[in-house]
C-alpha cells in the first residue's frame, strides 16, 4: 500500500531526476513513470505521446538536446492526494545548452503531473509541460 | 477514474473569434483536466490547456 505521503517523495525524485535530464540523461526519470499502456506525456514540443513506448522514446529525444544543465527550483501551485491518485502543478525553473547551443538558457514550465500507485510504489501516469510565456 | 479524483487527456478542437479577430479561426488545444467530488457532483479543480499541437523544435523553450 502506498502512502499518500510518499506522493512528495516521488515528487522530490522526480525534480532529482528532471536534473539529470537537463545534462541529456533520460534514465532516471525513466524509472519513475508507469510502464503502462495509458500513460502520457504532453511536452513542450508538441508531443502528445500515449504509452510507455511512445512516452520513452519523445523523452529520450528531448534529453538528447540538453547538455550541461540544471534543475533550478519549483514552486508548487496545488498538490492534492488520495490513497489512488494524486496531482501536482507546478512551475519548474531549469537551465541548460539546448539544441547544440554553446550558452546556457534559463527557462520555466508550467506542468501538471499525475500520480498512481502501481504494486505499492508511486509513478507517474501524465505529464502536461509547456513553456511559461510570462514569467 | 477513482472514486476521489479523475483526470482525462484529450485534445479539443474549438473554433471562435479570437482576441479582436473578425474571422473565425479553428484551433487545437492540448488539455489536461483534473476533477473531485464535491458534495456528491464532480467539479473541475484543475484545467491545464495548450496550443502546442504540432512539433516544436528544442529551443522553443526559451524566452528571449
Excluded at chain 1, 496531482?87 to 520555466?108: F, M, Q, T, W
Aim: net charge negative; charged share 30%.
Amino acid at each position: 500500500m502506498a502512502a499518500v505521503d510518499d506522493v512528495d517523495e516521488l515528487i522530490e525524485q522526480f525534480h532529482l531526476a528532471l536534473g539529470e535530464f537537463m545534462k541529456g540523461n533520460p534514465e532516471p526519470e525513466k524509472m519513475l513513470w508507469s510502464r503502462g499502456d495509458d500513460a502520457t506525456l504532453t511536452n513542450p514540443q508538441g508531443s502528445t505521446a500515449r504509452g510507455w513506448d511512445e512516452v520513452a522514446e519523445v523523452m529520450e529525444r528531448a534529453a538528447s538536446t540538453r547538455r550541461d544543465g540544471r534543475f533550478l527550483g519549483f514552486e508548487t501551485l496545488a498538490k492534492y492526494a488520495t490513497a489512488d491518485l494524486a496531482y501536482v502543478v507546478e512551475l519548474e525553473r531549469l537551465e541548460a545548452k539546448v539544441h547544440g547551443g554553446e550558452e546556457i538558457s534559463p527557462y520555466a514550465l508550467r506542468v501538471t503531473m499525475i500520480f498512481r500507485p502501481e504494486e505499492g510504489v508511486w509513478k507517474v501516469v501524465h505529464r502536461h509541460a509547456d513553456q511559461v510565456t510570462t514569467a | 477514474m477513482t472514486p476521489e479524483l479523475a483526470y482525462t487527456v484529450w485534445l479539443e478542437r474549438q473554433k471562435a473569434k479570437v482576441g479582436g479577430r473578425q474571422d473565425i479561426n479553428p484551433f487545437t488545444l492540448r488539455v489536461t483536466m483534473i476533477y473531485r467530488p464535491e458534495d456528491g457532483t464532480w467539479k473541475v479543480v484543475h484545467r491545464h490547456a495548450d496550443p502546442i499541437t504540432s512539433p516544436r523544435p528544442a529551443e522553443s523553450v526559451i524566452q528571449e
